[in-house]
């Protein structure tokens, strides 16, 4: 008997400088086939000097805002859209997962918080947030997956759920980056190549029991003992785990040929980035928790796929030995057994 798939939830955090949203096509604003208008920003922050992260947003706009009672959670109540306002909404009600925002300054140089649905917050922050400016960014890790032209295409895009000018710049020496994630994942093998431990794993994306693949790596020179932890897990365990976001920009420059018009004495460059998430550490797995799932609770989905897509308890024990958080100091021990030397 198979067990149902329960979601894997994921976030993220960055501290950083604004980049690419003055780009011609970071904002986008049409009507689908269905008829309803859409909108999507994507921008990056970069986080140090070859580091940048894309965040992506995405929503479409319908006739009706849903609810959530404060009081229950519930989502039993939608009012027409225009009629959403923060300040006009029924008594003991708010705004389904708004994105939370403080994007403008009052007299007294503090943040205006605002809360607006998606949709809102593409076009405000389109207008209200500018390259160079220095923000922290949390959200959702969203991992997907769909095919085009008989090709399947693997996703991981960052979803923002708040943005807020820092009262710090980039610039300063006291400003302090920030690019980690943290994600529940459930583990099909890990390999070690050269200095890697290679962990590939799942991601649940919904509770209809979609997933997809997804790789991460871990550091065996910076966190040997915790990668040897790792290593001796089997298949279908789940895992809570955090880490560092690597999207490493590298720029190459590229030649161009004088098409009889001359060419510009500027330099033309392209930039690729190359996209990795660095697992740092991960909570010690409670025993039902190790291989929780079996190979064939997966292989009866595995032909599912997704719509096209157009963007903890503690046991006793010593934890040293399962990483550290990307925001603390790292201590490790070593192991005697050590099959990675």
Do not use: C
């Amino acid at each position: 008997m198979t067990k149902e798939l329960k979601p894997t939830y994921g976030d993220f955090a960055l501290r950083g400088k604004v980049t690419w949203i003055e780009r011609p096509k970071a904002f986008r604003e049409d009507t689908g086939s269905s008829g309803y208008t859409y909108r999507g920003l994507s921008f990056g922050v970069k986080t140090a000097d070859d580091n940048i992260v894309a965040v992506d947003m995405f929503q479409t706009k319908f006739d009706e805002v849903q609810l959530q009672n404060i009081e229950t959670k519930k989502r039993d109540k939608k009012v027409s859209y225009g009629e959403h306002d923060v300040e006009d909404l029924p008594d003991g009600y708010r705004l389904f997962m708004p994105v939370n925002l403080g994007l403008e300054k009052d007299d007294k140089g503090d943040n205006i918080k605002k809360q607006l649905i998606q949709y809102d917050a593409i076009k405000y922050i389109k207008d209200n947030l500018k390259n160079d400016q220095s923000v922290f960014i949390f959200g959702s890790n969203r991992f997907s997956e769909y095919e085009k032209d008989g090709n399947t295409t693997l996703q991981h895009q960052f979803e923002p759920r708040g943005i807020y000018l820092t009262s710090d710049a980039y610039e300063d020496e006291k400003f302090t980056s920030q690019a980690t994630f943290k994600q529940t994942i459930v583990l099909r093998k890990t390999e070690k190549k050269e200095n890697r431990l290679i962990v590939d794993a799942y991601i649940i994306t919904d509770k209809k029991g979609n997933f997809v693949p997804h790789r991460f790596y871990v550091d065996i020179t910076k966190y040997k003992a915790f990668a040897m932890n790792l290593h001796k897990l089997k298949f279908g365990s789940i895992l809570n785990v955090e880490g560092i976001i690597r999207h490493t920009v590298t720029q190459k420059q590229v030649e161009t040929k004088d098409n009889g018009w001359g060419e510009s004495p500027e330099p033309r460059t392209n930039e690729t980035v190359k996209k990795e998430l660095e697992i740092t550490k991960a909570e010690k797995p409670k025993k039902d928790d190790e291989e929780y799932y079996s190979k064939v609770d997966f292989t009866k989905k595995v032909e599912k796929k997704q719509e096209d897509n157009p963007f903890d308890e503690k046991e006793e024990g010593n934890d040293n030995d399962w990483g550290s958080s990307p925001t603390e100091e790292d201590i490790f021990e070593e192991d005697e057994e050590d099959p990675f030397a």
